[in-house]
């Protein structure tokens, strides 16, 4: 394994909980279609872009819509998803998070995001974060999604830190994969069976001891 000189943060579901808000509204707009949309899919929509989830959502329910349809429900869906976001600030940041990224920044080890989202900057924005990170790689700026690796690959570019110095934190099966893909170091932040195919798996980061970081830092 290689000693780790940069890190690289998913968003949603690792640094706010705006998983929950993402499931929220995509499940409304599949029920509103009258298709069924469970919390197991919605681990497969985690990581996923914005129109990769619509098409899978519809393809569970054997639904298609036109081209102009279907980007009328992607911004049904995204502004459901904000209205859940209006009063989203620091305090919103998950616990243990912040104490990593101080330890990280204090020891100069730069900082990057790597998200699906479209909405990074904003959720950044309101939580006070986003003078913190030294690059920002979003939904905005990449052309294929998790479990790609495009995303983790501009992000370490960004940062100047060759890949497999690069660590990842991840909620996302997808991300984990792209994050290997990449032949970066994965932690997944969840369930251990969900997210199995990461390096290290830790259920949040109040579990993870700067220690353990440290030593990631001076293999
Ligand atoms: C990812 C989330 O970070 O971003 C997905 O895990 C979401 O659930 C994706 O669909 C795209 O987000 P947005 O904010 O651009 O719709
Ligand atoms: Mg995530």
């Known amino acids: 394994m290689s000693k780790i000189k940069g890190v690289i943060f998913d968003l949603d579901g690792v640094i706010v909980d705006t998983a929950k808000f993402h499931f ?13 949309f469970t919390e197991t899919q919605n681990e ?13 959502i519809l393809a569970w329910g054997n639904v298609s819509l036109s081209e102009e349809d279907f980007n009328e429900k992607m911004a049904v869906k995204n502004e459901n998803y904000l209205s859940f976001l209006t009063n989203l ?18 020891n100069n080890i730069p ?5 699906a989202s479209k ?6 924005e309101k939580t006070a974060l ?5 690059a920002i790689v979003d939904g905005n700026d ?14 370490a570019k960004k940062i100047e830190i060759p890949q497999e110095n690069c660590l990842v934190f991840e909620d996302s099966v997808a991300g984990v994969q792209a994050a290997n893909k990449a032949g970066m170091l994965s932690i997944g932040i969840g369930d251990k ?24 830092m001076i293999l």
């Not at 195919?197 to 993870?208: L, R, T």
């Open 24 to 36: 929220l509204a995509w499940r409304k707009l599949a029920n509103d279609l009258g298709i069924d």
């Open 44 to 56: 497969e929509l985690k990581g996923v872009s914005r129109v990769r989830s619509l098409e899978k």
């Open 89 to 106: 600030n620091s305090e919103d940041i998950l616990p243990g998070v912040s104490r990593v990224i101080d330890f990280l920044i204090e």
């Open 111 to 115: 900082i990057a995001l790597g998200s």
């Open 119 to 124: 909405n990074a900057r904003p959720i950044l």
């Open 130 to 134: 986003i003078g913190k990170f030294q």
């Open 142 to 155: 990449v052309s294929i999604a998790k479990p790609d690796p495009e995303v983790f690959i501009s992000a």
């Open 193 to 216: 069976a969900v997210l199995h195919e990461a390096d290290h798996i830790f259920s949040s980061f109040e579990e993870i001891e700067i220690e353990f970081i440290k030593k990631l």
